[in-house]
């Protein structure tokens, strides 16, 4: 037996997936994540003893500073999972908050968030056991699709996938989303050809959860696009099986599944409209992202390849591909070297014979033509995919990618190529090392960072390490995806910290300690305004105490009616944003703007009326506070932690307690 088919025999579906649910049990158990949270030691300096390995990362705001407040949030709310949450603004619903856990229904659709019921720490623990190993269950069992049942091959790709420059750099913030999708293909594949009612039925549920839960994501623009993948991939593997002489023998055991499955979407989709349908008609008419329009086009060939030489270890920060190494992150493609085997006489029936390898091709060339040349907008609209800017088309080259090389390695209808002689594979890989440098080249004219030592060292090992999987990949050597994958790992897997629990920091530290000691005195009704900081509104939430500054999902018109009663600054705050409040020195008419499509800065003096309409009753100041904040009668200081300045209001306009609205 080769060391290949002991491989097999080993790493079987039943093993990979047991493995998979044991590791979230553990991940949980243990309070493993790979969050961030450690990054709010900014408060005091402290060290982050809860990071095992690597260090917090602060670009990864997205989680430490929007989502997992939310959920911590969630659980300090009076009565904890509440649908409406008092404490963010006037009132939050959080049924379009994906990372919110409430007591409602529509939780079984969002399963990343079920450990939160049992705690904060045990809650990220569980969410990221299930981004991690729910991913590669999820593509794993895809794979197994694509390649007809190989095991190996199947689980070097889901890694592959995982471990890629775009979910590891974002945190794997659209991992559940991607592996939702995969789960639906998978799903559909196996009850259209089932011939076992229990199976059919089983898949027909399967598929109707799974679909729901990559309805719930509520994120639109990776969803068109994974929707796409997802639609021609399953044609794809429909059309394969019908070839291969598999049949659909559509009965009543298929129409009881497909039943099945309709009414779980339709579950669904028709509770979260009924739970919040005014929360989706705001975000509908909300200039960010409500109106937000693509019409493609606007990319270049280079970008979408640029994560094949550009190097993110030593270059984190990009002016062209993104302010971040969020928004620079991409994937190693190498669906090009694929259709280039693919077109060589031995293949060429396998390019145009096999439906699986032309849908795939045929879905990355839709992206290609959207992202380089665009479509009119009435085509844009009718395909969905004006809700899908450029840069968010990444996540379906990747994962098409991927699927491609699988397809290839596992077609039937592939072979070795054998080169003429050992100057035909000097010529092939010195085609793919030119192709590589001019690609380095053509960065470096707008990167010129990626010419420095250090980069350039990363560039090398990058294409040395692309030249052995091209070669493999002519030798149809599974192994090529074990390259791939351990090269993704090495490239990104110190991004992300191993963490162990870290909301103990979050409730504890002095300036939580404060907040709450403070909240106690008001018999748990505090309401505070965080000034001039776009990330400390968020805390108080975290401790079950409102904010009026911080994140709003959604604008809260109870707060903007009373600031700009005539709405004539509606452009700043009707979007999604963090609300940042700054006072000024001098009485002046409020001004609301929109300095970033997500942020709503606000500046007031701290004596207009406006403003002390508003019910808060406490004031943080970071660093010096304004002369007006000092001298201002309705305000006195109480406290100091760090440069963080406590101030109390001292007049306000009576309440019937913390819930009642201005």
């Not at 299930?130 to 889901?158: H, K, P, Q």
């Not at 029936?349 to 091709?361: G, N």
């Not at 379906?396 to 699927?403: E, M, N, R, W, Y």
């Not at 990363?458 to 030798?475: D, E, G, M, N, Y």
Request: charged share 15%.
């Amino acid at each position: 037996m080769t060391t290949s088919n002991r491989l097999e025999a080993h790493l079987t579906p039943k093993v990979i997936l047991s493995a998979c649910v044991v590791l979230t049990l553990a991940y949980a158990i243990f309070s493993i994540h790979g969050f961030s949270l450690a990054y709010w030691h900014f408060l005091d300096q402290s060290p982050e003893d809860e990071v095992l390995f690597g260090k917090a990362q602060g670009v990864r705001n997205d989680d430490w500073d929007v989502w997992l407040p939310f959920s911590f949030s969630q659980i300090k709310h009076d009565p904890p999972f509440a649908l409406v949450n008092e404490t963010v603004g006037l009132g939050q619903n959080m049924a379009l908050i994906v990372s919110a856990p409430i007591a409602d229904p529509i939780i079984f659709f969002r399963p990343y968030t079920w450990g939160y019921f049992v705690g904060p720490d045990f809650g990220m623990g569980w969410c990221w056991g299930v981004y991690v190993f729910g991913f590669i269950a999820a593509f794993y069992l895809l794979f197994m699709e694509l390649s007809g049942g190989r095991s190996a091959l199947s689980l070097a790709a889901a890694v592959a996938i995982l471990f890629s420059p775009f979910f590891q750099f974002w945190g794997l913030n659209s991992a559940f989303l991607a592996a939702s999708l995969a789960a639906c293909v998978v799903a559909a594949h196996r009850a259209l050809f089932s011939t076992r009612r229990r199976a059919t039925y089983l898949y027909g549920i399967g598929l109707g959860w799974s679909a729901g839960a990559f309805l719930l994501a509520l994120y639109p623009p990776f969803q068109v696009v994974m929707g796409y993948f997802g639609l021609f991939t399953l044609l794809g593997l429909v059309l394969r099986s019908l070839k291969q002489g598999r049949t659909i023998r559509w009965n009543r055991d298929q129409t009881f599944g497909l039943v099945a499955a309709l009414l779980l979407v339709g579950f669904a989709s028709g509770r979260l409209l009924q739970i919040a349908t005014d929360a989706i008609e705001i975000t509908q008419g909300t200039i960010y992202p409500g109106q937000r329009f693509a019409s493609g086009g606007a990319a270049t060939l280079w970008q979408v390849f640029s994560n094949n030489v550009f190097p993110h270890y030593f270059v984190r920060e990009s002016p062209t591909f993104g302010d971040t190494i969020c928004e620079a992150a991409s994937f190693i493609l190498l669906s090009p070297l694929i259709l280039f085997l693919l077109c060589r006489k031995p293949h060429r029936s396998a390019l145009v014979t096999d439906p699986l390898l032309l849908s795939l091709f045929a879905f990355t060339a839709l992206l290609m033509v959207w992202n380089l040349f665009g479509f009119p907008e009435y085509l844009a609209r009718f395909t969905l995919l004006s809700k899908a800017p450029e840069a968010r088309t990444v996540i379906g080259f990747g994962v098409a990618d991927v699927a491609l090389v699988v397809a290839f390695l596992s077609s039937s209808r592939t072979s070795e190529i054998r080169f003429s002689s050992r100057a035909g594979i000097a010529v092939f890989l010195a085609l793919v090392l030119s192709l590589l440098i001019a690609l380095l080249l053509v960065i470096a004219s707008h990167e010129k960072d990626v010419l420095q030592s250090g980069a350039l060292l990363q560039v090398s090992a990058l294409i040395v390490a692309q030249l052995v999987i091209a070669f493999l990949l002519t030798r149809k050597r599974q192994s090529a995806l074990f390259v791939f994958a351990a090269v993704n790992v090495v490239s990104t897997g110190w991004f992300n910290p191993v963490v162990q629990g870290g909301y103990e920091y979050i409730w504890n530290n002095p300036v939580s300690a404060k907040i709450r000691e403070l909240d106690a005195t008001r018999d748990g009704h505090s309401s505070w305004i965080i000034l001039d900081d776009m990330m400390l509104g968020q805390l108080p939430p975290m401790l079950g105490v409102r904010s009026l500054t911080g994140v709003q999902f959604y604008p809260q018109m109870q707060i903007w009616s009373v600031l700009d009663p005539q709405r004539r600054q509606e452009h700043g705050y009707n979007r999604f944003a963090h609300v940042v409040f700054h006072l000024l020195d001098t009485p002046f008419e409020p001004r609301i703007g929109s300095p970033a499509p997500e942020v709503t800065f606000v500046e007031i003096h701290p004596d207009d009326p406006k403003l002390l309409a508003l019910p808060f009753d406490y004031v943080i100041q970071p660093g010096n506070p304004p002369a007006s904040l000092t001298r201002s009668k309705h305000y006195r200081h109480i406290f100091s932690s760090g440069n963080l300045q406590f101030f109390e209001r001292t007049r306000h306009p009576p309440s019937g307690g913390r819930r009642d609205d201005p």
